[in-house]
């Protein structure tokens, strides 16, 4: 293969000579890409910080430590607590709450106030999870779906190509190679974008998974405090 045709084969020449439907699945697997990089990113952030305010709050919570000190020091805080901190502030304020009303209304017994205590954690804890799990859907779709977009360009490309040789007499590899390689980089590009958002999707699933077994776990054990202490 001369110079001439060598530059002709790279990516940039291939992506400027294309037909018109695959520089346009190209687009849009690029814009695809460059979206689930960015949730990769933001879900990276979310899943780190949870992971470490759910440590931070369990040495916090199990060192012993009055929960009335530890509820006024998370109320008071600058910022909104989240993940398990969240989870027992809702609790602890609809346990607090409950606990007032009893000593006015003789019709509320403990079975009132720890339900309402449940209810308030509970509601909580479908929040947390839907952040944790924001995004999610999208890198799954992108994953799925993405080589079938790059299928798609490459199906076509090739369709062109053989079109093209039709009014050929005689077909020669320089001929063929081009139109066959420009159809092969829509699938490179599909599989580019769904590699990532696959192998992210997992790990993230995964990990907002052991967040909610933690969370769940949390709100037994502090049903059961509760309980006690009524």
Do not use: C
Request: proline letters at 3%; zero cysteines.
């Amino acid at each position: 293969m001369n110079v001439s045709v060598a530059n002709d084969m790279s990516i940039f020449s291939l992506v400027a000579g294309a037909s018109l439907p695959v520089q346009a699945v190209l687009v849009v697997l690029i814009i695809t890409s460059l979206f689930s990089w960015w949730y990769i990113f933001i879900k990276l952030a979310t899943i780190k910080r949870a992971e470490a305010n759910a440590e931070d709050f369990e040495k916090a919570f199990w060192s012993g430590g009055d929960l009335n000190k530890l509820f006024e020091g998370i109320s008071a805080g600058r910022r909104k607590p989240q993940g398990m901190a969240s989870i027992f502030e809702a609790g602890f304020k609809e346990y607090a709450r409950h606990r007032q009303q009893v000593r006015t209304d003789t019709k509320m017994d403990v079975s009132d106030v720890m339900e309402g205590a449940r209810r308030a954690m509970r509601a909580t804890y479908n929040r947390e999870m839907d952040d944790l799990d924001s995004h999610l859907p999208f890198l799954a779709s992108v994953g799925s779906v993405s080589p079938y977009i790059g299928l798609f360009g490459t199906v076509w490309g090739i369709m062109n190509a053989f079109r093209g040789l039709s009014n050929v007499a005689q077909a020669t590899l320089n001929q063929v190679a081009p139109g066959i390689a420009e159809a092969l980089v829509a699938t490179a590009i599909g599989l580019f974008a769904a590699i990532p958002a696959v192998i992210a999707y997992n790990r993230f699933a995964s990990a907002a998974d052991r967040l909610s077994v933690r969370y769940e776990s949390f709100m037994e054990e502090f049903t059961n405090i509760l309980q006690r202490k009524s």
